[in-house]
Structure formats: structure tokens, C-alpha cells
């Protein structure tokens, strides 16, 4: 592998000083790959207008075909993140007006390509913002296929499309997973599960991965929800990424009361629990089920 600065009129950042990222990988084969510390572009996906994709200008790499806004990574810099960036650099999109869904990551060893997929929760319209793009549009999932695509986003997008419609979801049964550690929960119950709470929101910012939920594609950005039932229900709740139901009753009962309402919705729906006779109940509405000590592991 080698490595070679752009040459005049290749890609560069629209604002501020050049990044040490914006350079050409060159493999021993000859093939160039933008951005030193790996790429990353974003699909934002509006369910009434489609996904949004950029034409490239003539002189750029691949120009004159449709692509994903997106670019070089920072040094250090997540794929979600260097996405986000890159997507707002180049097309306007407001950080908070998508919500990301999973990633798909083209991984060749000296260089590697996630593509962060998000849908659209606050509409917007995209603005041409650097001279690579042509234009920018909200083109049909049906008529994506119809245009000249960029090769790789060409050979990555029948697998993208098809797991656009997975939508996993994870419910949290609490007091069975704060009971699975003897930390002195009980001396303070909502303090324990506010503790979970912020560790599940971390977990919804930084996803999962995929053969974790034995899903396709990279990585996933579950809908997450936790169940509060006896004194954790006074647990004082900040967390935007994290639904949380207060049982008025049985803490059981209200878990199966979510799952039903989820099981269609979601797929998969994942309960977490350790309780044999809650797992059954719900595996019997047609939601999977992981145990404890399985969340305690994706929390790290």
C-alpha cells in the first residue's frame, strides 16, 4: 500500500484546512481508494420521497455517476460519525433530522468503506454545498437502479435495499438484568436501573453488531426500550434513545404487553431476560430471546 496526496481538482473539504485523512490509498495492483483512514457515506432513506443520492461531477472519481454523499474519514473518527460529517459537508443534511438504522462495511484490509444507513425523522432538502456534485436528489428505491451508478455503491445497493425493511428491536426486562449482578442494586433501586439506562443510550448511540442479532449487513441501531417495575420505576429518565415503560403491576406482564405490541412492527424483537417462564412467553408471541448476561456483554 502506498500513499498519494490528491493532485488538483480531486476531492478536497469544502471548508477549513485540508485533513490528514484526505489522501489516496494506492493498492500494490494500482486501484486508488480516497481517504487515508477509510470512508464513510451516508443513505438517507425518506419513506415518502426515497433515498438520497448525489451526482458527481465530470472530474471527480467515477464522475458522472450517482453515489452517496460521503468522504474521508478523520483520524479517529467513527464511520457514523465521519458519515454524519461528510453527508452535512456535502449535502446539507441536519444531524438530527436522521436516525441511523445499520451499517454496511466493505472492508479490503488496506482500506475500507461503511456505509451508514439512517432514516429520515425530520424532513429536509439537500443543498449542493462543494464543487463534486452535479445534484442532488430524492430518488425512488425502485428507480435507484435505473440511473448510472457509482460501481461500488452499484454493487453494494441490492444487498443495502434489502435490509432496509429489517428493524430489530431489544427489550430490556430491568430488574432481571440488575439482578444478575451483586452490586448492591437493592440498596438503590433507581439508582441502579438510571445506571442501565445510561448505559443502554450508549449502546443505542454505538449499535450492535450484526451477528449479535444474527442480522445481515455490519452493525445495527436497534430501537431500544426498558421495562421499570417496583422502586426502579422511580428512576429519574434523560435518555433520548431509550424508550422506558413504568409497570403499574406486574413487571412480567408489562413485558409481554410491549412485546405484542412491538412483534410485527420490529424484526426481529429481542427480549432480554433470564426468567424461563417470562422467555417462554414471549418467545411464544414470536420474539427471540437473550439472557443477561448476553446485554452485559454488548454494554462492555
Known amino acids: 500500500m502506498t500513499i498519494e496526496p490528491p493532485a488538483p481538482g480531486e476531492p478536497r473539504r469544502p471548508h477549513g484546512p485540508r485533513d490528514p485523512g484526505d489522501a489516496w490509498v494506492v493498492a500494490p495492483t494500482g486501484e486508488k481508494y480516497w481517504g487515508l483512514f477509510g470512508a464513510a457515506g451516508l443513505l438517507a432513506v425518506d419513506s415518502e420521497r426515497g433515498v438520497l443520492l448525489q451526482h458527481r461531477v465530470s472530474w471527480s472519481h467515477f464522475g458522472d455517476t450517482w453515489a452517496l454523499p460521503g468522504g474521508a474519514r ?10 454524519l460529517r461528510e453527508s452535512a459537508e456535502e449535502a446539507g443534511v441536519p444531524v438530527d433530522a436522521v436516525q441511523p438504522h445499520f451499517e454496511s462495511v466493505l472492508d479490503l484490509g488496506i482500506w475500507s468503506y461503511t456505509t451508514l444507513v439512517a432514516d429520515v425523522t425530520i424532513p429536509f432538502e439537500p ?19 435505473d440511473l448510472p451508478l457509482h460501481p461500488g455503491f452499484a454493487v453494494a445497493w441490492p444487498s443495502l435495499r434489502q435490509a432496509l425493511s429489517t428493524r430489530p428491536a431489544i427489550v430490556v426486562d430491568v430488574a432481571n438484568v440488575m439482578g444478575s449482578v451483586p452490586d448492591g442494586w437493592w440498596n438503590d433501586r433507581a439508582g441502579a436501573a438510571e445506571r442501565l439506562l445510561t448505559r443502554l443510550s450508549a449502546l443505542a448511540h454505538g449499535g450492535v453488531d450484526a451477528e449479535q442479532l444474527d442480522l445481515p449487513a455490519t452493525r445495527w441501531f436497534p430501537f431500544i426500550g426498558a421495562v421499570l417495575e417496583g422502586e426502579a420505576r422511580d428512576a429519574d429518565v434523560h435518555h433520548d434513545l431509550v424508550a422506558v415503560w413504568r409497570a403499574s403491576g406486574s413487571g412480567d406482564d408489562e413485558i409481554v ?15 432480554v431476560t433470564s426468567d424461563r417462564g417470562l422467555a417462554a412467553r414471549v418467545e411464544a408471541l414470536g420474539a427471540r430471546v437473550r439472557g443477561a448476561r448476553w446485554l452485559r456483554d454488548q454494554l462492555g
Open 127 to 145: 443543498v449542493i454545498s462543494d464543487p463534486e456534485s452535479v445534484a442532488l436528489a430524492w430518488v425512488p428505491v425502485d428507480e435507484v437502479e
Open 74 to 83: 478523520h483520524e479517529g473518527e467513527s464511520a457514523r460519525d465521519g458519515a
Open 257 to 271: 404487553r410491549v412485546t405484542e405490541k412491538h412483534v410485527g412492527s420490529f424484526s426481529p424483537v429481542v427480549v
